[in-house]
């Protein structure tokens, strides 16, 4: 075993400034698009750092080059030797393990590599029961497991787990014995995330961890990165998650291409990012001043003997315009209205002891007979597992409940936006997606409409299967507004979006005319909505705004 696989652990206090991961140049290209172009980074030992970007900006797809699961197309990717890293991906669908007939003990011992240790000792162990002498390369090899057992956290696992478990906020039932096979898919998730972060990985690569996770545990998930030991490269949209551990941001940008490295936290990121566009937007300002000059005097001399004095005024502003690296920025903002295309009757939704079954779960939802009114908007918050989503599915009309009924008043017509985005057909492209719910609007409203929410140009011919998760919001969301439903069923919509596509969107939901329940684990975003009342499942407690 190769001492560098023990970097930093939890073990280790000593940290230096080496460098174990650094990204030369890298471009990545998928069909048609450069999705990444000379990318330069790097992270040292214990390094806490984010990764931010606008949705599609392609963060994802540089942690798969990291990972390996993806090649670039130039440049070189440096791994130091035995790094040991822990990857969770936005979705988990495909990298969940298959065989699940382990406990969940099982699976945190196998990620911390103390499975394969502990099969071993356990051989020599019973070799000891039969055996009493001539041992001794067995009693040192014994001893020395047992030194690499506690190096790696083999004594502390057990409680270290119960305090992952409780901290991701995993239901109290579901403790080291429970059968990894017998959870829910959310549980899974957050099971996903607990094992990288027991595993003491020296990289952790986190894809928007705090999407999956309660306001609670987003919390302690902040504290917990705060004071890990190895190193990290965190994306999420959320400024005060991040705040709460990062000492440096690497931002991906679209206009710029390339990463750009912040020292200094989240907060301090905001503050010299501001500076820094401030800056540009001087320099663009003051250059597109001068073209203005030269091009007032190219225009006053262009006939007669000035000729030649308005062609040498045109070379110039050429000139400048082919030197300059900043322009205004055209903030890309999603800027269209949700719309209704007609009124519905005062009473919108009614509901009275529902409840639904699944197995020996029961959700019972009798102690929030619900009545919303027209314009009315309403949010349901509550812990994971608490059934906010089935709710939402029963009135969607997508399952039914077992009992109980709920009534949907006269002209009600509901837009759904469902959490896991499964109604999107990934083999349509974008506009095929827009067009199968479109009737007899032109491909080219059509086009217009996508624009608005930032698909321009051959964007629209993308399959939806290849979107970024951020990207495949914003086609729910579009399609959403083309319906023009007067009420609107949302589960947690704002997940995926980056910062400026949550507050348009928000600020859309505000201006809307219809009426709303909405589920969301995202404080900011239920801010900017300007809701009537908010709902707290399981005790079914309401606060009127
Ligand atoms: N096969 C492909 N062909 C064309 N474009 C692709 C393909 N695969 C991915 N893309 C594009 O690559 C870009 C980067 O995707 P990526 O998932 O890395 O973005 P992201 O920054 O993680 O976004 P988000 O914040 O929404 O998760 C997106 O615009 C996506 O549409
Ligand atoms: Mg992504």
Redesign the pocket.
């Known amino acids: 075993m190769s001492p560098e696989r023990f970097i930093p652990g939890k073990e280790s206090s000593e940290r230096t400034s080496k460098v174990i991961l650094t990204l030369n140049n890298v471009s990545v290209s998928?069909?048609?698009?450069e999705?990444l172009s000379g990318v330069n980074l790097n992270i040292t030992q214990g390094e806490h750092a984010a990764l931010v970007?606008?949705?599609?900006?392609?963060?994802?797809?540089?942690f798969e080059v990291i990972t390996g699961d993806e090649q670039p197309d130039d440049g070189s990717v440096l791994v130091s030797r035995g790094l040991n890293i822990a990857y969770v991906p936005?979705s988990i669908e495909n990298v969940f393990p298959k065989d699940q007939e382990h406990t969940v003990l099982e699976y945190f011992l196998h990620a911390r590599g103390l499975d394969v240790i502990q099969r071993r000792m356990h051989e020599l162990e019973t070799v000891f029961t039969q055996q009493k002498t001539g041992l001794e390369a067995e009693l040192d090899e014994y001893g020395e497991l047992q030194t690499i057992y506690q190096f790696k956290g083999g004594y502390t696992i057990e409680s270290d787990a119960k305090a992952i478990l409780d901290g991701v906020g995993l239901p109290e039932n579901i403790g080291l014995g429970t059968m990894v096979s017998n959870l829910s898919g959310g549980e899974k998730t957050k099971l996903f995330l607990a094992q990288a972060l027991i595993s003491n990985a020296d990289l952790l690569l986190l894809?928007?961890p705090s999407n999956h996770l309660d306001p609670d545990s987003v919390a302690w998930l902040g504290d917990y990165l705060r004071s890990y030991r190895g190193a990290m490269l965190v994306?999420s949209?959320q400024p005060t998650f991040l705040n709460a551990f990062t000492e440096k941001v690497i931002e991906?940008s679209l206009e710029d291409r390339g990463a750009f490295t912040y020292t200094g936290g989240y907060e301090s990121y905001e503050a010299q990012k501001a500076q820094r566009d401030f800056e540009r937007e001087k320099t663009a300002m003051r250059t597109d001043a001068e073209i203005a000059r030269l091009q007032e005097q190219a225009d006053r001399f262009r006939a007669g003997v000035h000729s030649k004095t308005s062609k040498d005024r045109q070379k110039k502003i050429a000139k400048i315009e082919a030197d300059r690296t900043t322009r205004k920025r055209k903030e890309k903002v999603i800027r269209i209205g949700f719309e209704v295309e007609t009124q519905s009757g005062y009473e919108v939704l009614k509901t009275s002891d529902l409840i639904k079954r699944y197995g020996e779960n029961t959700l019972d939802y009798s102690n929030i007979n619900m009545d919303i009114i027209r314009g009315e908007k309403v949010a349901i918050v509550g812990p994971v597992g608490a059934g906010k989503s089935t709710l939402l599915k029963i009135i969607a009309g997508v399952i039914e409940p077992d009992e109980g009924t709920f009534i949907i008043g006269n002209k009600v017509d509901i837009g759904y936006y469902s959490q896991e985005m499964e109604d999107l057909n990934v083999d349509n492209t974008v506009l095929e997606e827009m067009r199968s719910i479109a009737g007899a609007e032109s491909d080219q409203r059509l086009r217009t409409f996508l624009g608005a929410f930032l698909f321009s140009g051959d964007d629209v011919f993308?399959p939806v299967g290849?979107?970024?998760?951020?990207?495949r919001s914003r086609v729910m969301l579009a399609k959403l507004a083309l319906g023009k439903h007067n009420f609107l069923v949302l589960d947690e919509p704002s997940n995926?979006l980056?910062v400026a596509s949550r507050n348009s969107v928000a600020h859309m939901l505000k201006e809307y005319a219809g009426s709303i329940l909405l589920v969301s684990h995202d404080e900011e975003f239920m801010e900017g909505i300007g809701l009537n009342k908010i709902i707290r499942l399981p005790d079914g407690t309401v606060f009127q705004l």
Not at 466 to 471: D, H
Request: proline share 0%; net charge negative; hydrophobic share 25%.
């Open positions: 998928k069909g048609e698009n999705i970007g606008s949705n599609g900006v392609g963060k994802t797809t540089l936005q894809d928007e994306i949209h991906l993308k290849v979107l970024s998760f951020g990207e995926h980056d």
